[in-house]
């Protein structure tokens, strides 16, 4: 079948999630455990190194993917929303909407089976950080997030990882405890100082493409 806006994107992503260290969810059979606290909020945080969406360069923009399940994840019922960088212009944004929605294929694609509701598209500042074993974010008003990587035990230095999962940004993650975790957007709250959280972060490179059949619209309007 011919396609349209073929498109890629690699770059780094961390994470936040309100599970303890080590998150059950992410190394049980499909997502099968349940989290430690019964239901779920999590920050996916994207920095976007080099991209394109079709002729649309997306080289050094952010977004971030926030979410939230009431028990197993398997289990679906997924509410999930986009945060896409106040920098991108309107086709940027359509771009990472389609992208993240799974309009345009690709992991996020994968993932549409358990999604129950979209809670929405905001434009806003992003402020991503990366520096060694830390990673942090800063999204005023919406998200302030942050970890540290777990040392391996050869060398402390490097983190230790968890191979062959089914995470949508890389199926191996660094292993990483947040330091803090406040988030507060489409209607889910959710703050912790503890240091016992869970966190991960990876390079990621995706890619995909939209059937010429299909428009790739974005999830819902931004705000």
Same mark, same amino acid.
């Given at each position: 079948?011919?396609?349209?806006?073929?498109?890629?994107?690699?770059?780094?992503?961390?994470?936040?999630?309100?599970?303890?260290?080590?998150?059950?969810?992410?190394?049980?059979?499909?997502? *099968?455990? &349940?989290?430690?606290?019964?239901?779920?909020?999590?920050?996916?945080?994207?920095?976007?190194?080099?991209?394109?969406?079709?002729?649309?360069?997306?080289?050094?923009? *952010?977004?971030?993917?926030?979410? &939230?399940?009431?028990?197993?994840?398997? =289990?679906?019922?997924?509410?999930?929303?986009?945060?896409?960088?106040? &920098?991108?212009?309107?086709?940027?944004?359509?771009?990472?909407?389609?992208?993240?929605?799974?309009?345009?294929?690709? #992991?996020?694609?994968?993932?549409?089976?358990?999604?129950?509701?979209?809670?929405?598209?905001?434009?806003?500042?992003?402020?991503?950080?990366?520096?060694?074993?830390?990673?942090?974010? *800063?999204?005023?008003?919406?998200?302030?997030?942050?970890?540290?990587?777990?040392?391996?035990?050869?060398?402390?230095? =490097? !983190?230790?990882?968890?191979?062959?999962?089914?995470? #949508?940004?890389?199926?191996?993650?660094?292993?990483?405890?947040?330091?803090?975790?406040?988030?507060?957007?489409?209607?889910?709250?959710?703050?912790?100082?503890?240091?016992?959280?869970?966190?991960?972060?990876?390079?990621?490179?995706?890619?995909?493409?939209? !059937?010429?059949?299909?428009?790739?619209?974005?999830?819902?309007?931004? &705000?």
């Amino acid at each position: 079948m011919a396609t349209t806006n073929e498109w890629e994107l690699s770059g780094e992503y961390f994470e936040t999630c309100s599970c303890d260290y080590l998150c059950p969810c992410i190394i049980s059979t499909n997502f *099968s455990a &349940r989290p430690t606290k019964g239901w779920c909020a999590f920050a996916m945080v994207f920095q976007i190194q080099r991209g394109r969406f079709g002729s649309e360069a997306l080289d050094g923009l *952010s977004f971030a993917v926030i979410g &939230r399940t009431p028990g197993v994840m398997l =289990e679906g019922s997924w509410e999930v929303g986009l945060i896409t960088d106040q &920098r991108a212009k309107p086709a940027q944004q359509q771009a990472l909407g389609a992208i993240v929605g799974g309009q345009a294929g690709g #992991p996020m694609a994968n993932l549409a089976p358990l999604l129950g509701k979209f809670l929405g598209v905001e434009s806003k500042p992003i402020q991503f950080q990366s520096e060694g074993m830390q990673r942090s974010v *800063s999204i005023p008003g919406v998200l302030e997030q942050a970890l540290t990587g777990v040392g391996a035990a050869e060398d402390a230095r =490097e !983190p230790m990882h968890v191979d062959n999962t089914l995470h #949508p940004a890389n199926p191996r993650l660094a292993l990483a405890k947040a330091t803090r975790s406040h988030l507060h957007a489409f209607g889910i709250d959710w703050d912790d100082d503890s240091g016992k959280n869970n966190g991960h972060f990876a390079p990621f490179a995706w890619k995909g493409a939209v !059937p010429a059949s299909q428009e790739a619209a974005q999830p819902a309007q931004v &705000r």
